[in-house]
Nanobody, 130 residues
Framework: QVQLAELGGGSVQPGGSLTLSCEAS????????????MGWFRQAPGKEREWVAS???????????DSVRGRFTISQDKSRPGKNMVYLQMNMLKHEDAAMYLC????????????????WGQGTQVTVSS
């Protein structure tokens, strides 16, 4: 298991920016977080949880949903042994970006399907309002 903890949510005006962080920690010495795919998902009230972006631990390859491509950037820092920091830089935020943002991890190749991810953080709230 990989333990995940998000930070950085808050309230911002439309057009503003916010950076979310997620610390991924190895729960046991047998797990190497670099072999995991890290993803960001979001869930607005009354809506299904949707994939936002993901980054492959082994080679930093990233993918984005069309709704955020060009505005959001996912990145990671693997410099600390046993830990991986994953960031989601969000620019030009829109009302429709408001949601609970959750960090997730899965072993192996990345996926856009939330059911493929078996490690989840508690989430951090992002509010976009005038």
């Amino acid at each position: 298991q990989v333990q995940l903890a998000e930070l950085g949510g808050g309230s911002v005006q439309p057009g503003g920016s916010l950076t979310l962080s997620c610390e991924a920690s190895e729960a046991s010495r047998d797990i190497v977080v670099s072999f995991y795919c890290m993803g960001w998902f979001r869930q607005a009230p009354g809506k299904e949880r949707e994939w936002v972006a993901s980054i492959q631990g082994i080679d930093d390859s990233a993918e984005y949903d069309d709704s955020v491509r060009g505005r959001f950037t996912i990145s990671q820092d693997k410099s600390r042994p046993g830990k991986n920091m994953v960031y989601l830089q969000m620019n030009m935020l829109k009302h429709e970006d408001a949601a609970m943002y959750l960090c997730a991890a899965k072993f192996g190749s990345c996926s856009r399907d939330r059911s493929d991810f078996d490690n989840w953080g508690q989430g951090t709230q992002v509010t976009v309002s005038s």
